[in-house]
């Protein structure tokens, strides 16, 4: 006798665009429990007869029917409401004699919403409600809906796989550096001009201190290896000039310029 009142959601589906049923949700038995109680009012209706005057007994006995009739209706209509999720949109399908259809496409669903009241954790049941990207819309609660959780799971699969929303890209969890050079490793270092009077000399090679050394003519570069000839491991040409000592020398650091704005002496041209 129910098979009389199934909507048949497939009639709706778009069978030569590939639509397919994900999940086809009827209402739980919660939504049947109001209808059911105005069932058992009948009963202590009818029984008002042995009570009620005789000019009376009319309204027990049409009050009954009507009683009946209504919650048969209800119950038919929670039977035929039916909420479908496929592989493109979400619609619901209810009425009995007019039938009303709302549909919503993946594409427009921006949020999902499930509302578990307190007798609902209990027993099971849940109502969603849908934020979509229209100002109005027909599909916006869908009430008692059992296993709210799991199917508002499948609604997320649904969205993350029709590739609405994107792929989720993570960060790396290791530091990226930057490359090293291709001849000694180090990722930078400066050399300096040769000074007057050298050609191509190493600056400190004499042992003299590099007194001469414009800051516009330092350039970077990679790290020589080979430690000029005359030179100490454990300094830099120049290092006597600025006061630094031989111990803070680092093969990847930069070699301080020497500064321009300590006063020097004036030349005396008698040489007194």
Not at 59 to 86: E, N, Q
Not at 92 to 103: D, E, K, M, Y
Not at 191 to 205: C, H, K, R, V, Y
């Amino acid at each position: 006798m129910w098979r009389l009142f199934d909507p048949r959601v497939e009639r709706f589906l778009i069978a030569d665009e590939g639509e397919v049923v994900i999940d086809e949700v009827t209402k739980h038995w919660a939504a049947m429990v109001k209808p059911f109680l105005e069932l058992m009012v009948v009963v202590p209706l009818l029984a008002l007869v042995f009570w009620l005057p005789p000019a009376l007994y009319w309204v027990p006995l049409l009050g009954a029917p009507v009683l009946i009739g209504h919650a048969l209706w209800r119950i038919i209509g929670v039977r035929m409401d039916r909420f479908v999720i496929t592989n493109m949109r979400v619609f619901r399908v209810h009425g009995i004699l007019s039938q009303h259809i709302a549909t919503m496409p993946i594409s427009r669903i921006l949020d999902v919403s499930v509302l578990k009241p307190f007798v609902g954790r209990i027993f099971g049941f849940g109502h969603f409600i849908f934020e979509s990207a229209a100002q109005d819309q027909g599909l916006k609660e869908i009430r008692y809906v059992g296993d709210p959780n799991g199917r508002g799971l499948t609604i997320q699969r649904v969205i993350q796989r029709s590739g609405v929303r994107g792929t989720t890209v993570r960060e790396p969890t290791r530091p990226t550096f930057l490359p090293k050079a291709t001849t000694t490793g180090a990722m930078a270092a400066v050399s300096l001009p040769p000074t007057s009077g050298e050609s191509g000399a190493a600056p400190g090679a004499s042992g003299e201190p590099h007194a001469h050394v414009d800051q516009d003519d330092v350039r970077t570069g990679p790290i020589e290896t080979v430690l000029p000839s005359g030179g100490r491991a454990d300094t830099w040409p120049g290092a006597e000039s600025v006061g630094v000592p031989p111990a803070s020398f680092h093969p990847n650091r930069v070699w301080p310029r020497p500064r321009r704005d300590i006063p020097q002496p004036p030349e005396d041209p008698d040489g007194t």
